[in-house]
């Protein structure tokens, strides 16, 4: 007896999309039922080869077969099949994980920007792809671990059937009831030997299993003679793929398109990626790695479903999908595969997990991955650029979580962009262009190179020349109080600490003055008693009348993301208030504190809420703040 199930109703909207194709590229339906039924092998194997009691095939294959007269493509495995909970769990939810995602971007997709993006393979719903050309598919399959088998049967529509089957063999049938030609497209070119073989070589090539389909060739007959030429069709059975995983070729045979591909295929990125790196490993841990930077973040790359790691394999038989033993945190954004003839198959996952191997592997490819990044940074700074732009956060949080543990291997590969420079610039590079007499490194937080340019703080530095670091993202500074210093030259933040950049003269009279506008600076540090340290002259400013600096320790920049961060910390930078002993403003309060003491309090206030502002704080109180502007806007106009 068959039972009608209906789709979940997620999966039926998913379905309507794809059947009323948001996507061009139906040929892809092929490849991701292809790679299933590879898949479906996969697990057969590797089963047989750790499990006790499984019978072992040597005859994996996946067949084609075309029946023209009826319209159906059949494409079979004998993998392991699934159970009736299986087919279920399987065929009966579309995009199980990613289905919310999918719906949200195809939302946004829809139209003429979805046309030639590859949502299918992206989102993994590579099995209901059939139905851009099928109008009806039928899947008989046997577990390997059930005695029956079972038939579903859906027309795409609201529900799908399932029945108990006979079936001899574990492993699967989809056959697909071609739709009739249309005006839009012409489905009958599925049924055409040379289509199929054509879009065998180009998407599936690299499946490890032969993908058989009996073809027909024109053919001498054996009475055939050179005067009386006569022709045959001769049916044989041909192995369309050439099953080299691709990276197991020579490097020299493989082009760009074709590694391209694999990764389309393989890791659901529509994008072609920033590149790809073939690592062959020999000698007494061997092993081959093909990895890949995507070309712009996953889409889920900060979600916490992330999932980080590289599929494994051992000699070419597939073992784990995201082992992520293999990579480090830091890398989560690299993609790819490990192919190692050092791992034992027999053992556990959860021991495998802990097995050196993959540890030294992982160390090894981190080595190697830093290195093609230092000199793609080399040979091609602009390509670089684009790449810290989507990725370079996580090389900082690769120094930063590590304690600074890998700042030597990572330092180089840092970028900021700078006030003078164009480009955005490397510490080295920054060091190189350092004039004689600068002895820091210098850098500052702000959303723009102009804004940074407008403080107070840059008053000298900008007039020495001298080039400053821009820190926009939150990890910055605490990155900045890891790395130290940068070839014996120490970082140091243009508002925070000491900034001696006065020559020795100029020094020694601020200095001096400090000692002389004792009384005036005591004044003012009690009137802010409760909201700075000190008050005292700048050695940083020359044409505005004051800033804010913080201490040693906690920046501002600091303090406010640690404000953010939901797991909540009220640690405050300490604060210090610098004047300009030449502004103008700073000779008349001095005249005011002795001409009217009192009143000194007030000014102290409104100089010290600027002073916040122009650091990018909130007021405790904008109204006070307003209410005073206000009343001293009065006083002057009167
Ligand atoms: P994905 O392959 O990305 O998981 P699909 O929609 O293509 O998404 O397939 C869903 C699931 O159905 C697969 O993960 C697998 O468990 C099962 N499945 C599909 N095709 C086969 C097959 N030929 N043999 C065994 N299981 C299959």
Same mark, same amino acid.
């Given at each position: 007896?068959?039972?009608?199930?209906?789709?979940?109703?997620?999966?039926?909207?998913?379905?309507?999309?794809?059947?009323?194709?948001?996507y061009t590229n139906k040929d892809v339906f092929l490849r991701e039922l292809i790679s299933n039924a590879s898949d479906a092998i996969d697990?057969y194997h590797?089963?047989? !080869?750790?499990?006790?009691?499984?019978?072992r095939k040597n005859d994996y294959e996946i067949d084609i077969e075309i029946d023209k007269k009826n319209r159906l493509l059949k494409i079979s495995d004998n993998g392991i099949g699934?159970?009736?909970?299986?087919?279920?769990?399987? !065929?009966?939810?579309?995009?199980?994980?990613?289905?919310?995602?999918?719906?949200?971007?195809?939302?946004?997709?829809?139209?003429?920007?979805?046309?030639?993006?590859d949502?299918i393979g992206?989102?993994?719903?590579g099995f209901?792809s059939a139905f851009m050309v099928a109008s009806e598919i039928e899947v008989n399959t046997r577990?390997?671990?059930?005695?029956?088998?079972?038939k579903?049967?859906?027309?795409?529509?609201?529900?799908?059937?399932?029945?108990?089957?006979?079936k001899e063999e574990s492993g699967t049938e989809v056959i697909i009831h071609l739709r009739k030609k249309t005006d839009e497209f012409d489905f009958d070119k599925y049924l055409e030997e040379w289509q199929i073989k054509d879009l065998v070589k180009q998407y599936s090539d690299y499946i490890r299993y032969p993908i058989k389909m009996e073809t027909t060739k024109r053919e001498k007959t054996p009475d055939s003679t050179d005067e009386d030429p006569k022709y045959e069709d001769v049916k044989s059975v041909e192995t369309l793929n050439s099953m080299m995983p691709i990276w197991k070729k020579n490097k020299n045979d493989v082009t760009e398109e074709e590694y391209n591909e694999f990764y389309h295929n393989k890791?659901?990125?529509?994008?072609?990626?920033?590149?790809?790196?073939?690592?062959?490993?020999?000698?007494?841990?061997?092993?081959?790695?093909?990895?890949?930077?995507?070309?712009?973040?996953?889409?889920?790359?900060?979600?916490?479903?992330?999932?980080?790691?590289?599929?494994?394999?051992?000699?070419g038989v597939f073992?784990?999908?995201?082992?992520?033993?293999?990579?480090?945190?830091?890398?989560?954004?690299?993609?790819?595969?490990?192919?190692?003839?050092?791992?034992?198959?027999?053992?556990?996952?959860?021991?495998?997990?802990?097995?050196?191997?993959?540890?030294?592997?992982?160390?090894?490819?981190?080595?190697?991955?830093?290195?093609? =990044?230092?000199?793609?940074?080399?040979?091609?700074?602009?390509?670089?650029?684009?790449?810290?732009?989507?990725?370079?956060?996580?090389?900082?949080?690769?120094?930063?979580?590590?304690?600074?543990?890998?700042?030597? !291997?990572?330092?180089?590969?840092?970028?900021?962009?700078?006030?003078? /420079?164009?480009?955005?610039?490397?510490?080295?590079?920054?060091?190189?262009?350092?004039?004689?007499?600068?002895?820091?490194?210098?850098?500052?937080?702000?959303?723009?190179?102009?804004?940074?340019?407008?403080?107070?703080?840059?008053?000298?530095?900008?007039?020495?020349?001298?080039?400053?670091?821009? !820190?926009?993202?939150?990890?910055?500074?605490?990155?900045?109080?890891?790395?130290?210093?940068?070839?014996?030259?120490?970082?140091?933040?243009?508002?925070?600490?000491?900034?001696?950049?006065?020559?020795?003269?100029?020094?020694?009279?601020?200095?001096?003055?400090?000692?002389?506008?004792?009384?005036?600076?005591?004044?003012?540090?009690?009137?802010?008693?409760?909201?700075?340290?000190?008050?005292?002259?700048?050695?940083?400013?020359?044409?505005?009348?004051?800033?804010?600096?913080?201490?040693?320790?906690?920046?501002?920049?600091? /303090?406010?993301?640690?404000?953010?961060?939901?797991?909540?910390?009220?640690?405050?930078?300490?604060?210090?208030?610098?004047?300009?002993?030449?502004?103008? =403003?700073?000779?008349?309060?001095?005249?005011?504190?002795?001409?009217?003491?009192?009143?000194?309090? /007030?000014?102290?206030?409104?100089?010290?809420?600027?002073?916040?502002?122009? /650091?990018?704080?909130?007021?405790?109180?904008?109204?006070?703040?307003?209410?005073?502007?206000?009343?001293?806007?009065?006083?002057?106009?009167?």
């Amino acid at each position: 007896m068959a039972e009608t199930i209906k789709f979940k109703t997620e999966s039926k909207k998913i379905l309507e999309l794809m059947i009323n194709s948001i996507y061009t590229n139906k040929d892809v339906f092929l490849r991701e039922l292809i790679s299933n039924a590879s898949d479906a092998i996969d697990k057969y194997h590797y089963l047989s !080869l750790t499990g006790k009691d499984l019978p072992r095939k040597n005859d994996y294959e996946i067949d084609i077969e075309i029946d023209k007269k009826n319209r159906l493509l059949k494409i079979s495995d004998n993998g392991i099949g699934m159970t009736h909970e299986e087919l279920i769990e399987s !065929l009966g939810t579309i995009a199980k994980s990613g289905s919310k995602d999918f719906m949200e971007k195809i939302a946004k997709l829809k139209g003429e920007e979805a046309k030639d993006i590859d949502i299918i393979g992206q989102f993994g719903v590579g099995f209901y792809s059939a139905f851009m050309v099928a109008s009806e598919i039928e899947v008989n399959t046997r577990s390997l671990f059930d005695t029956k088998g079972y038939k579903f049967t859906s027309k795409g529509e609201d529900s799908y059937t399932i029945e108990e089957i006979e079936k001899e063999e574990s492993g699967t049938e989809v056959i697909i009831h071609l739709r009739k030609k249309t005006d839009e497209f012409d489905f009958d070119k599925y049924l055409e030997e040379w289509q199929i073989k054509d879009l065998v070589k180009q998407y599936s090539d690299y499946i490890r299993y032969p993908i058989k389909m009996e073809t027909t060739k024109r053919e001498k007959t054996p009475d055939s003679t050179d005067e009386d030429p006569k022709y045959e069709d001769v049916k044989s059975v041909e192995t369309l793929n050439s099953m080299m995983p691709i990276w197991k070729k020579n490097k020299n045979d493989v082009t760009e398109e074709e590694y391209n591909e694999f990764y389309h295929n393989k890791f659901y990125d529509y994008k072609d990626p920033a590149m790809h790196m073939l690592v062959n490993i020999e000698g007494k841990l061997e092993y081959t790695a093909l990895l890949y930077i995507p070309s712009a973040a996953p889409y889920d790359l900060y979600s916490e479903k992330y999932e980080k790691g590289l599929q494994l394999y051992s000699k070419g038989v597939f073992i784990m999908d995201k082992c992520k033993e293999l990579i480090p945190d830091y890398l989560k954004f690299v993609k790819g595969l490990v192919d190692s003839s050092d791992l034992d198959l027999n053992i556990s996952r959860e021991m495998l997990q802990k097995s050196k191997v993959l540890h030294e592997i992982e160390e090894n490819l981190e080595k190697k991955i830093v290195a093609k =990044l230092e000199s793609l940074k080399k040979d091609d700074f602009d390509k670089y650029v684009e790449f810290f732009k989507n990725f370079g956060l996580h090389l900082k949080f690769g120094i930063y979580e590590s304690y600074g543990l890998k700042k030597d !291997l990572l330092k180089d590969l840092i970028i900021y962009s700078s006030i003078n /420079e164009e480009k955005m610039i490397g510490f080295k590079e920054y060091v190189e262009k350092m004039p004689k007499d600068q002895e820091y490194i210098y850098y500052a937080s702000g959303k723009s190179k102009d804004a940074i340019l407008a403080m107070p703080q840059m008053d000298l530095v900008k007039k020495h020349g001298y080039d400053v670091l821009i !820190l926009n993202d939150n990890v910055d500074e605490f990155l900045m109080n890891i790395l130290m210093d940068y070839d014996g030259k120490k970082f140091k933040s243009i508002n925070q600490g000491d900034l001696d950049i006065l020559d020795k003269d100029e020094a020694k009279k601020i200095e001096e003055l400090n000692e002389t506008k004792k009384p005036f600076l005591e004044a003012m540090k009690n009137a802010l008693a409760s909201k700075v340290s000190d008050v005292r002259l700048s050695k940083r400013l020359t044409d505005s009348a004051c800033c804010l600096v913080s201490s040693d320790g906690i920046s501002f920049e600091m /303090e406010k993301v640690l404000a953010e961060n939901p797991a909540g910390s009220d640690a405050k930078a300490e604060k210090i208030l610098e004047l300009n002993p030449n502004h103008d =403003l700073f000779k008349a309060l001095e005249k005011l504190y002795y001409d009217s003491p009192l009143e000194i309090n /007030e000014y102290a206030d409104l100089l010290y809420d600027q002073a916040l502002l122009m /650091e990018g704080f909130n007021l405790d109180n904008p109204v006070e703040f307003s209410n005073k502007m206000t009343s001293l806007m009065i006083k002057a106009l009167k």
